[in-house]
T-cell receptor, first 116, second 116 residues
Framework: NAGVMQNPRHLVRRRGQEARLRCSPM?????VYWYRQLPEEGLKFMVY????????ESGMPKERFSAEFPKEGPSILRIQQVVRGDSAAYFC??????????????FGNGTRLTVT | DQQVKQNSPSLSVQEGRISILNCDYT??????FLWYKKYPAEGPTFLIS?????DKNEDGRFTVFLNKSAKHLSLHIVPSQPGDSAVYFC???????????????FGQGTILTVHP
């Protein structure tokens, strides 16, 4: 898990508020992946971004969720008007280039979002 | 549509014995398979992987076996140690065009407990 930094580690929001989750990739990495783990489930792919571009957002819920990876600064996963079902652990991973089939993803320690 | 399944939610093993964790998949496109280990409140840690061109890959106490005809893989840990107690996830992926190999499909996880 070393290298990919996520903050905050824990985030509590009331229903209807906005949640912003940050991911700083490993140094030199320009590709970021976001995953979500709901309670009692495995991780599920949400979105894949390169600097300033969304490459694949097929796992993102259609509404309220958005992601960005600006030229400068961390990648942000934004959840608007949070609901209790958004409570989950959100993990980020990064890579220096598109992954080959001998390069595993390395994840950060995640942000645990609790919606009250 | 659960494309990767770990049918055993938990496994209990005595220290020094072999732990065998199993995983089944349904998508024939998958050609790269990974095992991750996860402790509470941490991100998944990469353990070992295997490409579909192989049927076995070994790294120290960990060996992964792949049976493509049965669409089945297993992780063997020998000898098991108490520090191996964690949740183990298998994951699978393939080169999905723009997403390369970064879009992993995870199983639900197996909780391994190794008793001293």
């Amino acid at each position: 898990n070393a290298g990919v930094m996520q903050n905050p580690r824990h985030l509590v929001r009331r229903r209807g508020q906005e949640a912003r989750l940050r991911c700083s990739p490993m140094k030199g990495h320009s590709h970021v992946y976001w995953y979500r783990q709901l309670p009692e489930e495995g991780l599920k792919f949400m979105v894949y971004l390169q600097k300033e571009n969304i490459i694949d957002e097929s796992g993102m819920p259609k509404e309220r969720f958005s992601a960005e990876f600006p030229k400068e600064g961390p990648s942000i996963l934004r959840i608007q008007q949070v609901v209790r079902g958004d409570s989950a652990a959100y993990f980020c991973a990064s890579s220096p280039r598109p992954l080959l089939n001998n390069s595993p993803l390395h994840f950060g320690n995640g942000t645990r979002l609790t919606v009250t | 549509d659960q494309q990767v399944k770990q049918n055993s939610p938990s496994l209990s093993v005595q220290e020094g014995r072999i732990s065998i964790l199993n995983c089944d998949y349904t998508n024939s496109m998958f050609d790269y398979f990974l095992w991750y280990k996860k402790y509470p409140a941490e991100g998944p840690t990469f353990l070992i992987s295997i490409s579909s061109i192989k049927d076995k890959n070994e790294d120290g106490r960990f060996t992964v076996f792949l049976n493509k005809s049965a669409k089945h893989l297993s992780l063997h840990i020998v000898p098991s140690q108490p520090g191996d107690s964690a949740v183990y996830f298998c994951a699978a992926t393939f080169n999905a065009g723009g997403t390369s190999y970064g879009k992993l499909t995870f199983g639900q996880g197996t909780i391994l407990t190794v008793h001293p």
